[in-house]
């Protein structure tokens, strides 16, 4: 098991463990952008109080500025042909994805309530791996959000990731 950390610009921890044996291909994409900091200074630029907080593809520079990533990779999930048994409940970190099911990229979501409608449509790949990290997520997910642009549920104050690291 792999375990990764989540350092805020505002000091809190958000500690991961990744569950390569059961979304290999998932936390390999993952640790791709994590080892070489495509992750630093990105936001949690979609937060939805009572079900997940979600970053990785977002910088904000007086506003969202989308960063972009690798081509996207084989979704590890039911729906899609794999066997995945990880439940979307609290603290599990799973990929963000359009509509298509092999659209993973670099956005990741991490769930701060019972998700598991999600179960078998996403690809669940770690979670929290401590109550003070599943608190923090959930700290997260109840900072004010507004709209900006055409995007929804934005932190009306951004929610900086300062880095993501192996630990």
């Known amino acids: 098991m792999t375990k990764v950390q989540i350092e805020m610009v505002d000091g809190k921890i958000i500690n991961l463990d990744l569950f390569e044996d059961i979304a290999p291909i998932t936390v390999e994409n993952f640790l791709s952008y994590v080892d070489e900091g495509f992750y630093d200074g990105l936001c949690f630029h979609r937060v939805i109080d009572g079900f997940m907080i979600q970053g990785g593809g977002f910088e904000w520079k007086d506003g969202l500025v989308q960063k972009q990533g690798k081509p996207a990779i084989k979704g590890e999930f039911k729906i899609n042909g794999v066997e995945n ?16 099911k092999d659209s993973a990229t670099s956005q990741f979501f991490i769930c701060v309530d019972d998700a598991s409608f999600l179960d078998g449509q996403y690809a669940g790949f770690g979670k929290v791996s401590d109550e003070e990290s599943l608190n923090n997520a959930i700290k997260i997910g ?9 995007y929804g549920d934005v932190p009306t104050t951004p929610v900086v990731i300062k880095t993501i690291r192996r630990i």
């Open 142 to 150: 109840k900072v004010e959000t507004g709209n900006w642009q055409y």
């Open 85 to 100: 048994d990880i439940s979307h409940v609290p603290g599990v970190i799973s990929m963000a994805r359009t509509m298509f």
